[in-house]
């Protein structure tokens, strides 16, 4: 069930009812929340379902080790293993056994691995996230062991579920706990929210990749170079606003229910320079992946070279959890490589120098260093992204370039200059909410979405980073 | 009430009476999107005869007349280079709009809420994109201008990871060569109804000339397989082509999109076209709304047969009026054993009534599987290694998929040198 069809609507009506009907028993809410967000995972498949249930048994008892043994880092180290293998094995099993087997049969072992035909589970990424997060945080002793309904609810919880944003154990677990009673904080931000959330994902992002993204990339071989950058352009925006209008969506929704999730975007274009894109940009992976991989790695404990070797690690695991194949590790590894150079750059001329004292400039090329990652991130091999990358050098000699193509990309530096003029639209917006009586608020956000709706392409969109 | 309760009632009157309001005028696309995805009439149908309940309709539809006013298209004519895909589906989708009014949910293209999946709703999808169809590369408020000097193609979306999907697919990272040497597979017997009519002899082949141009029709699988074949034609013999495959159609559901009228349309306005190329079936074998009214017709029931092989001969004798030949691919298995035999039942239908009509019905069963009969996700390439074939909802094709079936479509298709 997508989060936007009239299923998800209606069915998240009558339990929202319901669920502050039970107001004064959050333990009774939390139940409620189990049952429907399961119920959500299962409407995709019911396998997915099983399957989140068996593997939160087996985690939350191997965590009970860390608690109660006397060798809680085993019992640590084991869950992760558990976690991970289940990670690994749903999400690259295919691909690692191609690769597999032709070692294998490099290697003379006439042996054949069996193609499964797996299926992805839904949320898979994510909830292995959340696993790591709350067993290391149970080990540091930074929370009490909760209920295995609690731990089951932290996992399956469904505005986090599908596609993040990655919370952690410790900021989670206690707003599930039975004592607090819940309440809707900044309802007028939810609205906003919600109403932004269908605009960017059903109208802006999918006109985007409609008629820009899709007929250009897919057939780069075919147009002038310009129009290539356009494409990429507008790729950089359709997966952004697709992004956050879904993240906005899940915290609008969290909120209804009472909860505060992390945010995922920081007007991430906005960047001075790479490190500070990861600030903006899925934050929550990189808060995760820094406290996760990065710190226990050592940081930059360990002098500069060790330093840079732990970025790109991070870096390139952070590619791979994104996707399958090489095209995302080499995605990876380009960040990781820009993030060495700008550590270089930094003990040279002192920290963040250039970027403070051309600040246009800078947001430019960090932009654009983005986008040219996103070539990768967007085709589906690396023949592809090579092709697109030439096609941008050889294709420049025709005679015709599009009216259309030029308004885009000039409509670019004229939004990265108006963008920071934008940095408190959404508190303004629900500020000004305040001001509209509450009982016309529908007409409102109906008009709105009516609108909307009526300038959006057609059909339901899908999330793209719930393919993670 | 307690104090704090308060806000929450708040709240609560703003969801639903917000929802409430939108439903009542979504009710066209979410009548459509209930037909498409339960095959059942929507339960707000059982509302339409309250004056209320229609206005909400009529705003509507109002308000998509607005949009879609004619002004932006006299824009994009004088703007646009040749007769191309973009050109035809932008007024076919205008006069889907004006579409004869017993047929009261007509479904407008800007719906939000009409379906982009299709009615088998399985997970492991991650082509979304392959049915987020785009008509025309050019933007609403622009002036269309050809972005290349050839033709813009239609386009879908191959297997890329990061598409938006909320089903995630096994990315294949094979060398995406076409099976070569495929030779047509014979029927199977017990595929093939028995045809009462004596079977005329059918060409083996498809000949056209380099001036005339290929029409591509049918549902998602053709919106995979067409951009292969058409850079194929235009590559190797600079033939033109027009696309309008469309995820989420068929023949069944009429309401929805209209294949018989489209292609009577655009054969009516494109007088060169030579070929039509037709792909459909998964989104058909369902219950189908009665034309006439009243109960839908049962699945594979006489009543239902009828109605179908209707549309599927008026679809053959438009082409045949307009001299254009027709290559009409049967559809291959499907992994959901329901699916598949409603395919399969769909294909003995496909089968007779295109070998009446002396046209080339292309099976695409053992295309990609070889010799073994029933779904497979893999294939075997030649040199022994198994690449997947089908994505993983079991329907679609991967890259691989769709090149292997337009290789086969184009060794149908012979070019006669002017």
Known sequence: MSYISIEFTISFLIFFIFYWLARPLPRLQNTLLLFASYGLLASFNIYFAIHLFLYTIIIYVLSLGIVFSEYPKRYLLTSIIVALIN?????????????????????????????????????ISYYTFHTISYLV????????????????????????????????????????????????KQINLVYVLII??????????????????????????EHHSLTIIAGIYAYALQIFLDFSGYTDLMIALALLLGFTIPINFNMPYMAINIRDFWRRWHISLSNWIRDYIYFPLGGSRHGFFRTQMNVMIAMVLSGMWHGV?????????????????????DSLFGKERLASKYPYTSRWLTFHFVC?????????????????????????????????????????????????????????????????????RPIIFTALLLGIILLSPEGIPAFIYATF | MNKINKPIFKVIYTLIISGALLIWLMQDSINAYWTLTYHQQSPLV?????????????????????????????????????????????????????????????????????????????????????????????????????????NPSSVTAPIANIEKTKKAIKKVEQPTELAKGKKQTIEKKDETKQITKRPKATPKTVVINKKQMVFFAGDSMMQGVAPHVRVALRKKYGIRSIDLSKQSTGLTYASFFDWPKTVKKTLQKHKDIGLLVMFLGPNDPWNMPNPKGGKYLKFQSSAWEKVYRDKIRYILELAKKHKVQVIWLGVPDMRKEKLNQGVRYLNTLYQSEIKKAGDIYLPTQFLLTGKTAGYSKYAMTDSHKKVAVRTNDGIHFTVTGQKKIAHQILSKITIKED
């Open chain 1, 87 to 123: 990670l690994f094995f749903f999400k690259y099993f295919d691909f690692s056994r191609e690769f597999f087997q032709d070692f294998l049969q490099f290697a003379g072992l006439d042996v054949v691995i069996p193609a499964i035909e797996i299926i992805l589970p839904i949320g």
């Open chain 1, 137 to 184: 945080s149970l080990y540091r002793e930074e929370i009490d062991l909760p209920p295995i309904d609690s731990f089951a609810l932290f996992l399956a919880f469904f505005p986090t579920l599908v596609a993040g944003p990655i919370n952690r154990a410790s900021k989670m677990l206690p707003q599930l706990a039975p004592h607090r009673i819940r309440e809707i």
């Open chain 1, 196 to 221: 932004l959330a269908i605009a960017k994902k059903l109208w802006l992002s999918a006109y985007l990749s409609d008629n820009w993204v899709q007929p250009i990339l897919m057939s780069s071989g």
């Open chain 1, 325 to 345: 194949g090489l095209s995302f590790i080499i995605w990876g590894a380009l960040h990781g490589v820009a993030i060495i150079i700008l550590n270089i750059t």
């Open chain 1, 372 to 440: 040219l990652t996103w070539i990768f991130f967007y085709a589906p091999t690396l023949t592809d992204s090579w092709n697109i990358l030439t096609a941008i050098f050889t294709q420049m000699l025709w005679q015709t370039i599009p009216i259309t193509t030029l308004l885009f990309i000039l409509i670019i530096p004229i939004l990265l200059w108006c963008y920071p003029l934008m940095k408190n639209t959404i508190n303004t917006l629900a500020n000004g909410l305040n001001y509209i009586p509450w009982i016309i």
């Open chain 2, 46 to 150: 059982n509302l339409s005869h309250y004056k209320f309940w229609q206005l909400g309709s009529k705003i509507h539809q109002d308000l998509l007349e607005a949009i879609n006013k004619p002004r932006w298209k006299i824009l994009d004519k004088s703007l646009s280079v040749k007769v191309t895909t973009s050109e035809a589906t932008n007024e076919d989708n205008q006069d889907n709009n004006n579409v004869s009014s017993n047929e009261k949910a007509i479904i407008k293209t800007d719906s939000a809420l009409t379906t982009a999946t299709p009615p088998i709703q399985d997970i492991g999808n991650k082509k979304d994109i392959t049915k987020t169809k785009l008509l025309l590369p050019s933007p609403l408020w622009a002036p269309k201008l050809p972005l290349t000097d050839c």
